[in-house]
């Protein structure tokens, strides 16, 4: 779930199938997890979890390679990951909250944006 929302930024702009632009690489802190408890109830993350991870200020790493690999590592107190796709692949991915979905990643201007199904 926090990998979701770390990755996922507003949504604007045009699609893209280029390399990821320079200000979305590197390492970030989260600065603020306002709607999340409200975003996790909805997709039925369990109240313990929601409290968990609202008090959490996890690190992100987001790297890209020459394939075109796009590899996002977070890490906090409570749960480190790691998670490597191409953009406009569906690929399988396991949730920090333990659902299975199939994800696709796309760049639409100034954002990626993670769609789970």
Avoid: W
Wanted: hydrophobic residues 35%; contains cysteine.
């Amino acid at each position: 779930m926090i990998y979701a929302l770390l990755a996922t930024l507003l949504v604007v702009g045009v699609h893209c199938d280029g390399p990821l632009p320079d200000y979305m690489l590197g390492n970030f802190i989260l600065e603020t997890s306002e709607g999340f408890n409200d975003y996790m109830y909805e997709v039925g993350v369990s109240y313990l979890t929601r409290k968990i991870a609202c008090g959490l200020y996890p690190t992100a790493k987001n790297e890209q390679d020459d394939s075109g690999d796009i590899t996002l590592s977070t890490a906090s107190t409570f749960k480190s990951g790691s998670l490597t796709f191409q953009l406009n692949t569906p690929f399988e991915e396991t949730t920090a909250d333990g659902r299975s979905v199939t994800t696709t990643a796309t760049l639409r201007g100034n954002e990626l944006i993670k769609n789970q199904a």
